[in-house]
T-cell receptor, first 115, second 109 residues
Framework: GAVVSQHPSWVICKSGTSVKIECRSL??????MFWYRQFPKQSLMLMATSNEGSKATYEQGVEKDKFLINHASLTLSTLTVTSAHPEDSSFYIC???????????FGPGTRLTVT | KQEVTQIPAALSVPEGENLVLNCSFTDSAIYNLQWFRQDPGKGLTSLLLIQSSQREQTSGRLNASLDKSSGRSTLYIAASQPGDSATYLCAGGSEKLVFGKGTKLTVNP
């Protein structure tokens, strides 16, 4: 399977600031990456689909101007949480779609805390 | 809209027991059904992937089955060990995955 990394693994920021989270596919080129959010004791909810070289596709209810996604290369997608609020505190996980059969490989996640 | 439900929400068993985790989905037009393991505060580890044309997959002590007609999948864990303690998530879909809320498994030594 694919090896996916995320950076940072955890971050604390003040309300109103922006924070960028990176997702890297380490061992193959990924045309499609996904961003999920997981609140405590809840399941993963898909936020957006990130396609290399094109605009991300956001799920219903996810503000595209607040959660900026950039997939500038086949190995890197970034999620920027702009003007963060405490309710944005969550666990953000990215995944990479594999070469075949739509199998997804997940990163280790980023814990965001907004104070 | 696809909905995925996992039962039970939590399960505690003694070491060595065989156990079954259940997953049901509302839309049978799925391409894949994946089972994942998530340790506290960590990301997801893919355990098994069953394609829509398949009925089951096995990896070591794990066996997952898929019955599209009934909208169900099960994850069978044989001879459970304390190291199996984690939350197990199932997810169905094609390009986009819809996740259940998971079953939190505790295996007691």
């Amino acid at each position: 399977g694919a090896v996916v990394s995320q950076h940072p693994s955890w971050v604390i920021c003040k309300s109103g600031t922006s924070v960028k989270i990176e997702c890297r596919s380490l061992d193959f080129q990924a045309t499609t990456m996904f961003w999920y959010r997981q609140f405590p004791k809840q399941s993963l909810m898909l936020m957006a689909t990130s396609n290399e070289g094109s605009k991300a596709t956001y799920e219903q209810g996810v503000e595209k101007d607040k959660f900026l996604i950039n997939h500038a290369s086949l190995t890197l997608s970034t999620l920027t949480v702009t003007s963060a609020h405490p309710e944005d505190s969550s666990f953000y996980i990215c995944s990479v779609m594999g070469r075949a059969d739509y199998e997804q490989y997940f990163g280790p996640g980023t814990r965001l805390t907004v104070t | 809209k696809q909905e995925v439900t996992q039962i039970p929400a939590a399960l505690s068993v003694p070491e060595g027991e065989n156990l079954v985790l259940n997953c049901s989905f509302t839309d049978s037009a799925i391409y894949n059904l994946q089972w994942f393991r998530q340790d506290p505060g960590k990301g997801l580890t893919s355990l098994l992937l069953i394609q829509s044309s398949q009925r089951e997959q096995t990896s070591g002590r794990l066996n997952a089955s898929l019955d599209k007609s009934s909208g169900r999948s099960t994850l069978y864990i044989a001879a459970s060990q304390p190291g199996d303690s984690a939350t197990y998530l199932c997810a169905g879909g094609s390009e986009k995955l819809v996740f259940g809320k998971g079953t939190k498994l505790t295996v007691n030594p």
